[in-house]
Structure formats: structure tokens, C-alpha cells
């Protein structure tokens, strides 16, 4: 099974960018369709973006949509979220998630996913 790790977070000021990125060291990688999701203190977690497992399809919820970017590397076992002009809305843990799929299929719901990471910190500071 998937064993997910997110690395990347930290503190940055409003329009700056960040990288983050998650890595799997569990079973082949490229069996997942691949998501972001973020959670704000007092609020549920909520989807971010999203990547088939061919990387032929990406999906995004409208309020990072053109700013942020997911991208994956199955080579090094490895997702992305390329994120420019941070906002402090941005402020969240960021979780990765994964789930067994075929093809160009992607996933926004978070029930859909069985396996996650453990999260990283992203602040975005005014």
C-alpha cells in the first residue's frame, strides 16, 4: 500500500510561491491516481487538485485554479503542487492522498481516497 509523505511547507508572505511535494515509499507508485487537499484551522478538509495516474488528466477546485500546478514524476515515486501568488486563504495543512486507479481517471472527493499523508504546514503570512 501507499505510504505517503508531504515535505515542503513553511511560512511565506502573500504573492510569494511555494513547491510542495509528496513521496511514496510504499507499492508501485504508478498504480495511483494522486490528490492535494488542505485543511484551515475551524474548517474541513477540502480538495485542492488532482492527477491521474497517467498524468494525462489534472483537475483543480476553482479558488487555486491558474495558480496552482500539480505535476507527478512516477519515475521518483513522486507528486508536486507548484503553488505562485500564495494568499493568505492559502493558509493550511496540505495533505497528499492516493488510491489504486486506471488510466486518465482523477479523483476530488475525499472519501475516494484510502490513503494519506500526514500533512505539512503552509502559512502564508500578510
Known amino acids: 500500500q501507499a505510504q505517503l509523505v508531504e515535505s515542503g511547507g513553511g511560512l511565506v508572505q502573500v504573492g510569494d510561491s511555494l513547491r510542495l511535494s509528496c513521496t511514496d515509499s510504499?507499492?508501485?507508485?504508478?498504480?495511483?491516481?494522486m490528490g492535494w487537499f488542505r485543511q484551515a484551522p475551524g474548517k474541513e478538509r477540502e480538495f485542492v487538485a488532482a492527477?491521474?495516474?497517467?498524468?494525462?488528466?489534472?483537475i483543480y477546485a476553482d479558488s487555486v485554479k491558474d495558480r496552482f500546478t500539480i505535476s507527478r514524476n512516477n519515475a521518483k515515486n513522486t507528486i508536486n503542487l507548484q503553488m505562485v501568488s500564495l494568499k493568505p486563504e492559502d493558509t493550511a495543512v496540505y495533505y497528499c492522498?492516493?488510491?489504486?486507479?486506471?488510466?486518465?481517471?482523477?479523483?476530488?472527493?475525499?472519501?475516494?481516497?484510502?490513503?494519506w499523508g500526514q500533512g505539512t504546514q503552509v502559512t502564508v503570512s500578510s
Open positions: 492522498a492516493g488510491k489504486v486507479a486506471v488510466g486518465h481517471y482523477t479523483f476530488s472527493a475525499e472519501a475516494q481516497y484510502p490513503y
Open positions: 510504499g507499492s508501485p507508485f504508478s498504480r495511483y491516481a
Open positions: 492527477i491521474s495516474r497517467d498524468r494525462g488528466t489534472t
